[in-house]
């Protein structure tokens, strides 16, 4: 009987001054069952001065210098330096906590040709680390709960989709979906949390995604434009370490809203780049964010919701971030109006 061939799976990690949690992800990619062979990791570090090189190394990672230090543009380079028809996305404090994770992933894809992307069941956050990462990893910032309310935590990711969309079928690993034609779609990022993606599709399909620096970023909804099927693992979790400190955590979102009203190639690649997706109301939701968080009253009303159904008094920093992220809004927006030049480089800065 002739042995089923395996493709090759890129994994794409961007990584600067990563060495904290980067052995950690190598580690369990090390651990997984999908053959090591068949499998490249591509490293895309912008100029790191720690340990993240040295443990690369080890690993026998490719290494890729990249010059915009962002994660946009290393994983555009992702897009652009793998040589897999699979392209599976990685941040580096993102750890795979299955080890069929990869293997589960391939079979999923190469089962239905249909599928074009295939997402994991969602983020899991240690406790060692600050609480602030279960409502980063949960929603990642205030914005995007308010837009969005698409929870990433593995007891609700998969059974809020299937409760708010119509499945295509079950499978025993998972569930698989068709958004196609829904007029409020889910937001679902297919550039980390281990994402499967069909590169080699992507490819013939989508060729700007290999000549825009953000158009990777906004995968789903141009697969979405084709009809792809889209599948969600049930038993796949991603352990995820992104935020050491609240200090830390606050410096993304400060960011990202810096991104976003200077239009930035970062900002192009999140909310400013993906509204010309919204249909209808959507696109005007967001006028609605600055009411919402002044108001205070919603924003608390959520937080109380949060904190009593994850059993976690974390969620009750809501309203402060909401009114934290309306007064960032507020200055950058100042600045920009009256010319004033600011710093634009990096993320979480």
Sequence with gaps: MK????????????????SRTLEKVLRSIQKQSYSRKNIEILIIDGGSKDKTI????????KLFHNPKIDQVYAKYMGYVEAKGKYLLFLDSDEILE???????????????????????AGYNTSSLVHPINNYLSEFGD?????MYRNSKDPKHFLKDLVNKYKKNYDVKSGVVFSFYGEKNPPFIELT??????DRAYVKKMFPDVFRKVWEHTHLFYLLN????????????????????????????????VKSNLYSTKMGKAGFIGRERFFMGGKRIKKYLFIGYSLSVIFPLIDAVYLSLSRKKMIYLVHPFLCVYSVILIIYYYSLKTFGVKINLQGYGN
């Design 3 to 18: 042995k089923e061939k395996k493709e090759l799976v890129s994994i794409v990690i961007a990584t600067y001054n990563s």
């Design 54 to 61: 040295e443990i690369s190394k080890k690993y026998r990672c």
């Design 98 to 120: 299955n080890r069929d994770s990869i293997k589960a992933k391939v079979e999923m894809m190469t089962k239905d040709k249909r599928i074009r992307a295939v997402v994991s």
């Design 142 to 146: 205030p914005f995007s709960f308010f």
């Design 192 to 197: 980390s949390m281990g994402c499967l993606i």
């Design 225 to 256: 434009s084709k009809k792809a099927l889209i599948a969600v693992m049930n038993d796949d979790v991603v352990l995820h370490d992104s935020a050491p400190t609240f200090s830390g955590y606050l410096k993304k979102i400060r960011s990202r």
